[in-house]
Structure formats: C-alpha cells, structure tokens
C-alpha cells in the first residue's frame, strides 16, 4: 500500500544551527504534502505544506521543498531555537484513498 | 488558539461503560475526521466525514461508532472497550474532503480500566 517513510527518527541540533527532515512517499499521483509539528501532550499542528505544483516554500525559519521526480519532499529549520524541540510528522495526501498517511515522526531536540 | 474544540480532555471508562467523545469546529469547513494516536506514534486515520455524510471508515471495530449531527459537530460514541484501545483521539477537519490542510483539536486522552 501506499506509506511514508521519514528519516531520521530523533535528531539532535545545536541552538542556532539548521535542522533537516527527509521523507519520501510511494503514490506518484499525491499532490498535497504538510508537515506536522507536535509538542509533548498537544495537537498536531500544521506549521507549512506544498503542493505538487511548486518546489519550495519559505515561512520566516521553516522551508519545505519539493522533488516530485524522485518522490522526495524536506523540512528544513534554521537559526533553531529551544521551542522548535518537538516531534515532527510529514505527510503525503493519498489521491485514490483521498486521506493523509504520515510518516512515522522525528523527534527533534535543540540543544542550548 | 485552537479553532477544532475536543471535550472532554480526559477520559477514564471501564471496559463496559457507554461514553462519547465530542468534536466541534466553526470554520465552515464540511469534512471531519476521527483520529487515534498511540504513545510515540503517527495519527491513525479511523473515520471520515465530507458533507455529514461517512466517507471513509478505515476498517475500525464496532465498539466505535462516529456520528455527524451536522456540519460543525462530531461525535465518537465508545462502547465496550478493550484496554488497547486507551490513546490520544483527535478529531480534524478541513475545508473540504479533497482539500488536504487538516487541522487538529487538542485530542481526548482515553483509559480503559
């Protein structure tokens, strides 16, 4: 079936330095990718999505892009501080099902 | 702000009580949906709701059974649950079924004693 898969599972950055997140989906037909931020006992939260029709999008430190040819699609943080520590979920909207399958998550700890 | 209110936040039942989880959004947007997420895990899709009416049910158990009065309302109605079945519940909705910005509540946190 279709899955997402996301590397790596915990990753550990220096306060101020950059933070990347990789996924790569399986349905070549998805079109619509959001990443999830998740803080210990709260909701996910949607902190940016792209769709298939651009390759990168910026919001102030957080930027995904977009590789729809090899079926890719990352999260990247800059200048990190201590409240981006959380866990991060990316996901891949499935056209012929017409839901979300997220990627198992990424523990992410900014150190000070 | 959270815009998907849940209630209540926690929940503690016996295996053979009755109980419901409840789900409210004033976004106009016409699809809903039931999530259940394990410790460490990704939300697990259980329901879809587009237009009040279901549209996906992933294959959940009986013991749960969605309702949809209208189209700010969601209801999970818990009866007979197993232990196994203690989570985090989150309900979603987003503009439309075909539109995938879904936005969360804050979840119902269920024990099933």
């Known amino acids: 079936g279709e899955n997402v898969e996301q590397h790596p599972s915990t990753l550990s950055v220096q306060e101020g330095d950059s933070a990347v997140i990789k996924c790569t989906y399986s349905?070549?037909?998805?079109?619509?990718f959001p990443w999830y931020k998740q803080e210990l006992g709260k909701r996910p939260q949607l902190i940016i999505d792209?769709?298939?029709?651009?390759g990168e999008k910026k919001d102030q430190r957080i930027a995904v892009t977009l590789n729809k040819t090899a079926k890719h699609f990352s999260l990247h943080i800059t200048e990190t501080q201590p409240e981006d520590s959380a866990v991060y979920f990316c996901?891949?909207?499935?056209?012929?099902?017409?839901?979300?399958?997220f990627g198992q998550g990424t523990r992410l700890t900014i150190n000070p | 702000d959270t815009e998907v209110t849940q209630t209540p936040k926690h929940l503690v039942m016996g295996m053979t009580n009755k109980k419901s989880l409840k789900c409210e959004q004033h976004?106009?947007?016409?699809?809903m949906y039931w999530y259940k997420q394990k410790a460490k895990k990704p939300p697990e899709l259980m329901f879809v709701?587009?237009?009040?009416?279901?549209?996906i049910n992933e294959s959940v158990p009986s013991r749960f059974s969605p309702e949809c009065p209208n189209s700010s309302l969601l209801n999970l109605h818990l009866h007979a649950l197993q232990p196994e079945d203690s989570a985090l519940y989150l309900c979603?909705?987003?503009?439309?079924?075909?539109?995938?910005?879904?936005?969360f509540g804050d979840g119902t946190r269920l024990s099933i004693l």
């Open positions: 979603a909705s987003s503009q439309g079924f075909r539109d995938g910005a879904q936005h």
């Open positions: 349905d070549s037909a998805s079109n619509y």
């Open positions: 792209i769709r298939s029709n651009v």
């Open positions: 996901a891949a909207l499935i056209q012929g099902a017409q839901k979300l399958v």
């Open positions: 976004m106009g947007h016409r699809a």
């Open positions: 709701y587009s237009y009040e009416k279901l549209s």
